[in-house]
């Protein structure tokens, strides 16, 4: 079990470069099956949850070479020869059920076990079940995981009920495979939706109104591998955003979207956090007076705040000045590591499962913390750099999962940090 060892208070300032998103990743990589010949993408992430994919693809007969010193990834796809993800590889990742609308196309059929992923609350996959029998694919469900098939894809009027974007993604992956024309209405607006349209536009499909929650595809029977970058990790700004605030240093922040991150920075500056850009692709934090300006945070589907984001905002809220409530309505095991912030000081009520209210400033101090999920454990991370005195936050392995060396780049920006066994 690793754990990450912090000697707090710091102060960071420096520069640091984001991540590919994580998000994206899992979509792009689903979508270079589609083609026939090797596809390339660049800027990926060397985390935990892609390396788990990568095992999942090579059990399927995918060839992978991932140089992880570039972040390049060759994906070539033509000796895929099962269509079932391995149960034991499968019940990991949450994200690997992506993979099924690919196998769709090039099988009809494709099995996948109940996924995993972390301890957050309900994910229930009726959205993404229906969007694929909208196609005319036939499910079969147990306790085990899903089957499902179909004889002929046809193009598809999806409505969906829940803006999933693991859901939309693989409606988009689907009908960009077949011929016709394929309108999935409710769809999700998350930039790796956008990500994925991208390339699936690159590969010969023809998308209108990504990044909108309605979307129109003209598929193709045959599309052709290309080169692709993973775009940048928005919620990894976030996070490097919030550690600099609460630090009271100045980063800079590189290969930062604007468009990314509206929702996220006007949500900071409600907090005191002072920004600017430099080159269009670099956000500078600025030390600030931290003072919630607003008493009400909540999350909502995108362009709205994520819920990725809630944990390392409640931890900016504690080192502010103000009493302010945070709502995550999406998870309701979301907010039960506010129970260690409380330990180490924080002074924070948990309202019921979905809400709680912090008062600020604290005056945080070290302690043995473990991690529960990537986000959570992301946040008590930003804590810790905060309080007095050592900290030791358990389970590294579970941030791993979603930020690529967090220890290292935080200790390039002058945190005390170390990573231990």
């Known amino acids: ?184 209405e409710g769809a999700a607006c998350e930039p790796h939706v956008v990500d994925l349209a991208e390339m699936l536009i690159k590969m010969g499909a023809k998308i209108q109104g990504a990044g909108t929650n309605t979307i129109h595809i003209n598929g193709a029977k045959k599309l052709q591998a290309v080169e692709h970058k993973v775009r940048p990790d928005h919620i990894e700004v976030g996070t490097f955003a919030i550690a600099s605030a609460i630090t009271g240093g100045q980063v800079d922040i590189e290969d930062a979207l604007p468009q990314d991150l509206k929702i996220i920075l006007a949500y900071l500056s409600r907090m005191g956090v002072k920004y600017s850009w430099k080159k269009d692709t670099v956000l500078t934090i600025k030390p600030s007076r931290l003072k919630a300006e607003q008493g009400v945070f909540k999350t909502r589907t995108w362009p709205g705040f994520p819920t990725d984001m809630m944990s390392q905002f409640i931890v900016l809220a504690t080192q502010s000045e103000g009493t302010v409530l945070c709502h995550d309505w999406m998870y309701e095991s979301r907010m039960y590591f506010v129970d260690r912030l409380i330990k180490m000081g924080a002074n924070i009520f948990l309202a019921d499962p979905h809400r709680v209210i912090v008062i600020g400033p604290s005056n945080l101090h070290g302690d043995l913390i473990p991690s529960a999920d990537i986000r ?28 690529e060396n967090f220890d290292q780049k935080l200790a390039s920006l002058g945190a005390n940090i170390r990573r231990g066994e």
């Open 1 to 184: 079990m690793a754990k990450f060892i912090i000697q707090g208070p710091n102060i960071l300032s420096g520069t640091v470069r984001v991540s590919g998103n994580k998000n994206s990743t899992f979509p792009l990589i689903a979508a270079a099956l589609l083609a026939e010949e090797p596809s390339k993408l660049t800027n990926i992430p060397n985390i935990i949850d892609v390396e788990v994919l990568v095992e999942i693809l090579e059990n399927l007969g995918v060839r992978i070479d991932w140089n992880k010193e570039t972040s390049i990834m060759v994906i070539n796809p033509s000796n895929i020869t099962k269509c079932e993800i391995d149960p034991e590889l499968g019940g990991k990742l949450r994200g690997a059920i992506v993979l099924a609308a690919s196998l769709l196309v090039k099988f009809g059929k494709a099995e996948f076990p109940r996924p995993g992923g972390d301890p957050i609350g309900a994910r229930p996959l009726g959205a993404h079940i229906s969007a694929m029998q909208a196609f005319g694919v036939n499910c079969d469900r147990d306790f085990s995981g899903v089957k499902l098939s179909v004889d002929s894809l046809k193009p598809a009027e999806i409505f969906l009920e829940e803006a999933s974007p693991t859901a939309t993604e693989m409606a988009m992956i689907t009908a960009s495979g077949i011929e016709g024309e394929t309108v999935i």
């Open 376 to 403: 959570a454990g992301g946040a008590l991370v930003l804590a810790a750099l905060v309080a007095k005195g050592e900290s030791i936050v358990e389970h590294a392995e579970v941030i791993d999962r979603g930020y």
